[in-house]
């Protein structure tokens, strides 16, 4: 069983902030900030990209009304929210989940376009054309 199922059955604890049928929001235990959540299904799902329609909306309401909680107690207004989807991208659980990341005036962190820096080559008409084409 994965660290995150393990917590959705309570055999791990966690700072649970909410929870509803199908999903559950903890406090990161290596947090980038005060107040950063994850978000799971409460289903075991590996991969973001294999997540189904009847998962996608609870997840992302979860998202939303836990940032509203965020917002509302520790002050924060801004939010960088992110999934980490693939092997290579640094993953330690493979269960599906949401970063809510609260940004405060002097967290010193970055945009979201900071996380890669890997400018494409091609241009982007040539990119659009690959990603139309090939993925419809």
Do not use: W
Request: glycine share 6%; with cysteine; aromatic share 6%.
């Amino acid at each position: 069983m994965c660290v995150f199922c393990s917590i959705v059955s309570g055999e791990i604890p966690a700072y649970k902030l909410y929870e509803d049928e199908e999903t559950l929001a903890f406090l990161e235990i290596d947090p980038s900030s005060a107040g950063h959540t994850l978000i799971i299904s409460k289903e075991h799902i590996e991969d973001f990209m294999d997540l189904d329609d009847k998962l996608m909306l609870p997840v992302m309401r979860s998202v939303q009304k836990v940032a509203k909680m965020i917002e509302k107690a520790l002050g924060a207004d801004n939010f960088t929210i992110g999934v980490n989807s693939g092997k290579i991208v640094g993953r330690h659980v493979e269960h599906v989940h949401v970063h809510v990341i609260p940004r405060f005036p002097d967290d010193e962190g970055h945009y979201i376009q900071g996380v890669v820096n890997r400018p494409s080559k091609e241009t982007l008409e040539e990119i659009k054309k690959k990603i139309v084409k090939d993925g419809n």
